[in-house]
């Protein structure tokens, strides 16, 4: 199973950036679809966006324009670049791993077997 490690978290003002990273250990990552989801207090954890193993990317209807998601297979490492951050933007932020087909693009937490321990993320109006 891939040991998966976010980092990249912070307070960031309404419109600021971010870049979330997602390391991954133990297997490489390149045999995974890679996935975000997020989870604001007291609320459900969603979905964020996908890339799958060819490349191809989804994403929430509201992050949609704003957030890209990307991999470096050679540094074994995911990316959620979050730019124009707002206030409901606030959440811990979770990578993950699908063993999924080399197209497919899983958006549903109980496709992901592999999990991180999360990164805070704070967007102050």
């Known amino acids: 199973q891939v040991h998966l490690v976010e980092s990249g978290g912070g307070l960031v003002q309404a419109g600021g950036s971010l870049r979330l990273s997602c390391a991954a250990s133990g297997r490489t990552l390149s045999s995974y679809a890679m996935g975000w989801f997020r989870q604001a207090p007291g609320k459900e954890r969603e979905f964020v966006a996908v890339i799958s193993r060819s490349g191809g990317s989804r994403y929430a209807d509201s992050v949609k324009g704003r957030f890209t998601i990307s991999r470096d297979n050679a540094k074994n490492t995911a990316y959620l670049q979050m730019n124009s951050l707002k206030p409901e933007d606030t959440a811990d932020y979770y990578c993950?791993?699908?063993?999924?087909?080399?197209?497919?693009?899983?958006?549903?937490?109980?496709?992901?077997?592999?999990w991180g321990q999360g990164t805070q993320v704070t967007v102050s109006s």
């Open positions: 993950a791993a699908s063993g999924a087909s080399y197209l497919a693009l899983p958006d549903a937490a109980t496709d992901f077997g592999s």
